[in-house]
């Protein structure tokens, strides 16, 4: 109790000149949805990270970010008027196994500001001290995991995948006590919600239909505009979900990124990526890759997380069939039909995305043979994922390099012998060459977050050193167009820097 009252007088109660528009929607539906929670503030704010191009989109002056002022609110230490935080409720299935209570253990939502496009973002803050839902834990962040979460997740939204994003990261001036003691961090999260297939989880499993059709509605409402005067409302919320799901999964399939913690908590309805905690970029392909260190069986290894999506997604039709209809037979009826959508709403984007990165308008049936070469050839030959790819768009029109390709990338024996069938197979495209490259060129990055420059850019930070960080994050925000001065951002790692698991920072 000391420890806290201490910590409470760090707010410094100063009335802020910044005004923000809140309009903080999930929070007034009030108890039990979230429990009103302040940040903790901490030690000794210092900004590491400001994300200059997302805080213009949202509207937010950088001068007043960047100031004592608006550090202060970022780390926690000072409440933005207008802002209501809370911290939210959810259950969740955690390696298949149903935990009812779980919560924002160390998150606090600020609140709700709509950006300039018109669009709705929660601004959260994680690693902000304990809650109601802490569970015995510290509620803070070490510095690796907000680093990690920044780059990663700016990577994905400049790659194209539906992402939240990070606004910024704060130093904390604080010790995080791990395996050992760590610096710590606090991380300005962006999304546009963090409704999770683990909220309504909460409430179905206390029996509590009336929350769960209030947190339904207020999801579609939110979501899925054009959906919010259905006769059914939890069934389209279902099938949006899906759908939302389905093109998600293909986009982390097509790019070789592995989440590590599929989670019920961690699946979102909006259909954001969300927690980047053991998350990484497969390099050498194999679908059997896994590279969160706690798990032990591969239950969310690369090659599963199709199926996975799919398991999480039936547990959220659970909890939606007293919704869909009185009669549970035809309830079950429906939602099964819904859920049976995904395998092929996810082949269907897969194919499309797999005929992008090829640079084939549309794979045909007679085309999986090709494709299953081309994927065993990799296996293989063990080469590298994202660059086998974009070595494939410099010989789409060879004339015409976009990347020095010989620096980074030896192509392997097995994928010399499938080029010619896909040479052959490119003679049946109407596109004309050069601009079949440029297609191929924004389905193709050559610089991804990979795994051992992340933690290169979280070593050096601990070591007071935040450049690295800064070159990485601007690397990977430009993914698709090769520099040779950045020839080692965009090289695989040596053996001696592999990066083979990852953790949580909790």
């Not at 903080?24 to 900004?47: D, M, Q």
């Not at 030959?381 to 790819?389: A, E, G, M, P, R």
């Amino acid at each position: 109790m000391l420890d806290q009252l201490a910590k409470t007088s760090l707010r410094t109660t100063a009335n802020l000149s910044m005004q923000i528009p809140f309009d903080n929607s999930y929070a007034r539906l009030g108890e039990p949805f979230s429990r009103a929670h302040e940040p903790v503030p901490v030690a000794a704010p210092s900004l590491l990270m400001l994300n200059d191009a997302l805080a213009t989109q949202l509207g937010l002056p950088i001068p007043w970010l960047r100031s004592d002022e608006g550090i202060a609110a970022l780390a926690g230490n000072q409440l933005l008027p207008g802002s209501e935080p809370v911290s939210t409720a959810y259950a969740g299935h955690q390696f298949g196994t149903f935990n009812p209570q779980l919560g924002d253990g160390r998150a606090v939502l600020l609140g709700e500001i709509v950006g300039k496009d018109g669009r709705r973002f929660d601004i959260q803050l994680k690693g902000s001290g304990r809650t109601p839902w802490s569970r015995g834990g510290d509620g803070r962040s070490p510095l690796g995991p907000v680093i990690r979460e920044y780059i990663v997740s700016e990577a994905m939204a400049a790659l194209g995948v539906p992402t939240t994003r990070a606004l910024a990261a704060v130093r904390s001036g604080e010790q995080v006590i791990r395996e050992y003691a760590e610096q710590g961090a606090v991380l300005t999260r962006i999304a546009s919600s963090h409704l999770r297939v683990g909220t309504l989880q909460y409430f179905a499993a206390r029996e509590d239909t009336v929350s769960v059709e209030r947190i339904a509605l207020h999801a579609l409402q939110r979501h899925f505009p054009d959906h919010a005067e259905s006769d059914n409302p939890a069934l389209d919320l279902l099938q949006q979900v899906i759908g939302a799901q389905a093109k998600l999964i293909a986009r982390w399939q097509l790019l070789g990124f592995v989440h590590g913690v599929m989670n019920t908590d961690n699946m979102l309805l909006c259909g954001e990526t969300v927690d980047y905690g053991p998350c990484a970029f497969m390099e050498n392909f194999d679908p059997a890759t896994v590279f969160s260190s706690i798990d032990h069986q591969g239950r969310y290894a690369y090659q599963n997380q199709p199926a996975i999506a799919h398991w999480n997604l039936a547990r959220l039709a659970e909890t939606l069939l007293p919704l869909i209809d009185q009669d549970s037979e035809k309830a079950l009826e429906l939602a099964t039909t819904a859920i049976q959508s995904f395998p092929k709403l996810f082949e269907q984007a897969h194919r499309e995305g797999l005929a992008a990165k090829l640079g084939i308008a549309q794979l045909k049936d007679e085309d999986t043979p090709l494709v299953n070469e081309l994927f065993e050839a990799l296996q293989a030959d063990q080469t590298d994922f994202t660059l086998s790819f974009r070595y494939l768009t410099e010989q789409g029109f060879p004339s015409n390099p976009q990347t020095s390709i010989d620096e980074l990338f030896t192509p392997g024996v097995r994928l010399l012998e499938w080029l010619p069938k896909w040479m052959q197979r490119l003679e049946k495209e109407t596109v004309d060459p050069e601009q079949r490259q440029q297609d191929m060129l924004i389905a193709n990055p050559v610089f991804i977050p990979r795994n051992h420059l992340v933690q290169r850019a979280i070593s050096a930070a601990e070591d007071g050193d935040d450049s690295v960080f800064a070159r990485i994050l601007a690397r990977v925000a430009e993914p698709f167009t090769y520099d040779s001065a950045d020839q080692d951002l965009a090289s695989p790692a040596q053996a001696q820097e592999r990066v083979l698991r990852t953790f949580c920072g909790t």
